[in-house]
């Protein structure tokens, strides 16, 4: 594996750490901000609101160091596993949810009290795919 490779990959992994910070985090800082006093909450917010940009820019990271990989590497999507392409198919699910959060989130702060509940839920369904994500990788890639 040449020295390009070996450096995108380490952006890759390094991305997959500040993705499951923020995957994980994410929920933990909702909880609390739930449970806080008025007066805390904004700051919460500033909390989650940094916690999901960090999980925006890893994802971006995660999907063009993971294209460039691939490209590198093996050239081509031919031979590529079952797991390979249901890694690929959540990857895809988590962009996706990763653009309705943020729409959901400025709900959220202009006072949506709909949207701000569906914050929890979207941040779990997130830790979820990420779980996922890394659960195919480790089958397609032994």
């Given at each position: 594996?040449?020295?390009?490779?070996?450096?995108?990959?380490?952006?890759?992994?390094?991305?997959?750490?500040?993705?499951?910070?923020?995957?994980?985090?994410?929920?933990?800082?909702?909880?609390?901000?739930?449970?806080?006093?008025?007066?805390?909450r904004p700051v919460f917010g500033?909390?989650?609101?940094k916690l999901a940009a960090l999980?925006?820019?890893?994802?971006?990271l995660l999907i063009l160091s993971?294209?460039?990989?691939?490209?590198?590497?093996?050239?081509?999507?031919?031979?590529?596993?079952?797991?390979?392409?249901?890694?690929?198919?959540?990857?895809?699910?988590?962009?996706?949810?990763?653009?309705?959060?943020?729409?959901?989130?400025?709900?959220?702060?202009?006072?949506?009290?709909?949207?701000?509940?569906?914050?929890?839920?979207?941040?779990?369904?997130?830790?979820?795919?990420?779980?996922?994500?890394?659960?195919?990788?480790?089958?397609?890639?032994?």
């Amino acid at each position: 594996m040449d020295l390009s490779i070996k450096l995108i990959l380490w952006v890759h992994l390094v991305s997959l750490a500040l993705a499951g910070c923020s995957a994980f985090a994410l929920p933990m800082v909702l909880g609390m901000m739930a449970k806080a006093e008025p007066a805390q909450r904004p700051v919460f917010g500033q909390v989650a609101a940094k916690l999901a940009a960090l999980g925006r820019m890893a994802l971006v990271l995660l999907i063009l160091s993971g294209l460039y990989v691939l490209w590198a590497k093996y050239g081509t999507m031919a031979g590529i596993s079952g797991w390979f392409h249901l890694k690929l198919t959540l990857v895809v699910i988590l962009a996706a949810l990763a653009i309705f959060n943020l729409f959901n989130s400025r709900k959220a702060r202009a006072g949506d009290a709909a949207a701000a509940a569906r914050m929890p839920i979207l941040s779990k369904m997130t830790t979820a795919l990420v779980m996922g994500i890394v659960l195919a990788a480790v089958f397609a890639f032994n």
